[in-house]
């Protein structure tokens, strides 16, 4: 059977992307959250910081640290969420660019068909290194959240350890 009668090869090309696409949403929807979180986390620390409250000099270093770590999170989550923006907008294009190349491909416009699938093809390829690039960056992302939560946690770990000798 010739690719141009089958009807699954049409309908795959037009899937992946749209499948794609779905996924990339989910991710974008994660991602957003995280970032609104980690905004929260900064908004709550600088507050502390700016409060009128005096503290330790330890404790105002560590909300210090705390402040730079959520700025760095936050950057690395808008960027990665710029990241898969671009990969959605990709693979939609690429999902269009597939609908209406397996459309032409029927009125044997053979031309058009081949601008489309050239079209598709780069599409998908720039949106799928938009999404390796986002799942990179939420990575350190991730690794900047679980240093912060280790060094937290060492810290709350020392202070029971003291006031258990005191």
């Known amino acids: 059977m010739s690719p141009e009668a089958n009807p699954f090869a049409a309908l795959s090309l037009i899937v992946a992307p749209a499948i794609m696409t779905n996924a990339c949403t989910v991710l974008a929807m994660s991602t957003s959250n995280r970032l609104?979180?980690?905004?929260?986390?900064?908004?709550?620390?600088?507050r502390e910081i700016e409060g009128p409250e005096v503290v330790p000099e330890d404790v105002a270093a560590r909300r210090?640290?705390?402040?730079?770590?959520?700025?760095?999170?936050?950057?690395?989550?808008?960027?990665?969420?710029?990241?898969?923006?671009?990969?959605?907008?990709g693979f939609a294009a690429a999902a269009l660019a597939s609908l209406l190349g397996a459309t032409f491909v029927a009125a044997g416009q053979n031309t058009l068909t081949t601008a489309l699938e050239s079209a598709a093809i780069l599409a998908g390829a720039i949106a799928v290194a938009s999404l390796v690039y986002a799942s990179v960056l939420l990575v350190r992302e991730t690794r900047l959240a679980?240093?912060?939560?280790?060094?937290?946690?060492?810290?709350?770990?020392?202070?029971?350890?003291?006031?258990?000798?005191?």
């Open 36 to 46: 609104a979180r980690t905004a929260d986390r900064a908004r709550e620390l600088s």
């Open 64 to 89: 210090s640290r705390d402040l730079g770590t959520a700025e760095a999170r936050s950057l690395l989550l808008l960027r990665a969420l710029r990241s898969v923006y671009m990969a959605l907008s």
């Open 146 to 166: 679980v240093t912060s939560l280790q060094e937290r946690a060492a810290a709350a770990q020392l202070r029971a350890r003291r006031a258990g000798r005191g």
